[in-house]
């Protein structure tokens, strides 16, 4: 199962927007509505920020959305502050009791 | 609230063994699957493995990296999800992860144990 593919670095101002993408294939982006996305601050554990292509869990703030075109789903992060610095994966299950991540996008807030 | 917290993480010489636990609280813990997942000093999230509830048989899959040499378990009872990691080699040294699985998503985390392996 090879790693979905995302842009190694993004940036932006604060109060600007970035949006990051996820590139898979169709056994796993495009066959399952089961793309998440997590942030990953330096030194701790990725939390959840994005599941099921677009659904936030409790807490996280509307200005993170997800969406999916065909293989390739992204992450959009509005209003850029500065703890939105961070390290952002993407992971989709792939079937099979599989998962598959992303390779990781560093954003960083200018 | 869910909490994980992993414990068993250290310092292995290449081919040896570590067994690695997790205590879940918060949630009915026999419900979901449970899954691990690793993460390399300095690199990206790596998928693991999964196992399944009582009613599946708690059957598990694994990462090509690491079937074979790498089991999970559960005891529901007593809250505990197992790592036992055999034949360990260099490119197994990261922090491991434990998670709790909902519905085909990674939803919530532990803080991790580092597992290093080195001679």
């Known amino acids: 199962q090879s790693a979905l593919t995302q842009p190694p670095s993004a940036s932006g101002s604060p109060g600007q927007s970035v949006t990051i993408s996820c590139t898979g294939t169709?056994?796993?982006?495009?066959?399952?509505?089961?793309v998440s996305w997590y942030q990953q601050h330096p030194g701790k554990a990725p939390q959840l920020i994005i599941y099921?292509?677009?659904r936030r869990p409790s807490g996280v703030p509307d200005r993170f959305s997800g969406s999916q075109s065909g293989n390739t789903a992204s992450l959009t992060v509005a209003g850029l502050q500065a703890e939105d610095e961070a390290d952002y994966y993407c992971?989709?299950?792939?079937?099979?009791?599989?998962?598959?991540f992303g390779t990781g996008t560093k954003v960083t807030v200018l | 609230d869910v909490q994980l917290m992993e414990s068993g993480g250290g310092l292995v010489q290449p081919g040896g063994s570590l067994r690695l636990s997790c205590a879940g609280s918060?949630?009915?813990?026999?419900?979901?699957?449970m899954d691990w997942v690793r993460q390399a000093p300095g690199k990206g999230l790596e998928w693991v493995g999964r196992?399944?509830?009582?009613?599946?048989?708690?059957?598990?899959d694994y990462a090509a990296s690491v079937k074979g040499r790498f089991t999970m378990s559960r005891d529901d009872s007593k809250n505990l999800l197992y790592l036992q990691m055999n034949s360990l080699k260099t490119d197994d040294t990261a922090m491991y992860y434990c998670?709790?699985?909902?519905?085909?998503?990674?939803?919530?985390w532990g803080q991790g144990t580092l597992v290093t392996v080195s001679s």
């Open positions: 998670i709790r699985d909902w519905f085909t998503t990674l939803y919530n």
């Open positions: 918060g949630f009915n813990f026999n419900e979901p699957y």
């Open positions: 196992i399944m509830t009582k009613a599946k048989n708690y059957s598990a």
């Open positions: 169709n056994s796993d982006v495009g066959r399952f509505s089961a």
């Open positions: 099921a292509v677009n």
């Open positions: 992971s989709s299950y792939a079937g099979s009791n599989n998962y598959v």
